[in-house]
T-cell receptor, first 112, second 117 residues
């Protein structure tokens, strides 16, 4: 059974600091990796996707993938109070053709 | 990003009735849509994969006769919860596969909160 593990938190980070979110997955066949942000009572919002080993940067966000270690991370630089949310890591075996397997999410709190 | 809508955003119904939820991709065509369910304090769980013009593929443990899925066009998929019971109360979220611009990602609709009395 495919599993995606995340620390549920809460993870508390001061405003302006770097928030580091981690995720591990069990299926070595996973090919696509996604980070979603979910505010309470709302549906997930795509932040980033990454397919290849290494780093991928988009604005204040950097996703890191290490397939050998089956590890994905998300860094948020210059954290803002509006970044406070639950961050969901999701993986897929076949890109967009397959449904996503989600972790339970990490609750991030940015302290003003 | 891509825009996906759902209707209704919330619904309250009596036990035993059926509820239909619509999922639409507004600015792109989606040959594949997905239906997820999220219980309180839980993560999203994939229920089924919906492909335009063919039968949906259901995840293990999801009753296909209870959760009817129809994907009749490239922009619309529907989920009908038949004979709903209180344990079906949940947050139902659809997503649509977007393959434009060389990417292959899923964008989520705003969700439908179902409460069965």
């Amino acid at each position: 059974q495919k599993e995606v593990e995340q620390n549920s938190g809460p993870l508390s980070v001061p405003e302006g600091a770097i928030a580091s979110l981690n995720c591990t997955y069990s299926d070595r066949g996973s090919q696509s990796f996604f980070w979603y942000r979910q505010y309470s009572g709302k549906s997930p919002e795509l932040i980033m996707f990454i397919y290849s080993n290494g780093d991928k940067e988009d604005g204040r966000f950097t996703a890191q993938l290490n397939k050998a270690s089956q590890y994905v991370s998300l860094l948020i630089r210059d954290s803002q109070p509006s970044d406070s949310a639950t961050y969901l890591c999701a993986v897929s075996s076949g890109g967009g053709a397959d449904g996503l397997t989600f972790g339970k999410g990490t609750h991030l709190i940015i302290q003003p | 990003g891509a825009v996906v809508s759902q209707h209704p955003s919330w619904v309250i119904c009596k036990s035993g009735t059926s509820v239909k939820i619509e999922c639409r991709s507004l600015d792109f065509q989606a040959t594949t849509m997905f239906w997820y369910r999220q219980f309180p304090k839980q993560s999203l769980m994939l229920m089924a994969t919906s492909n335009e013009g063919s039968k949906a593929t259901y995840e293990q443990g999801v009753e296909k006769d209870k959760f009817l899925i129809n994907h009749a066009s490239l922009t619309l998929s529907t989920l009908t919860v038949t004979s709903a019971h209180p344990e079906d109360s949940s947050f139902y979220i659809c997503s649509a596969r977007d393959r434009r611009l060389g990417t292959d990602t899923q964008y989520f609709g705003p969700g439908t909160r179902l409460t069965v009395l």
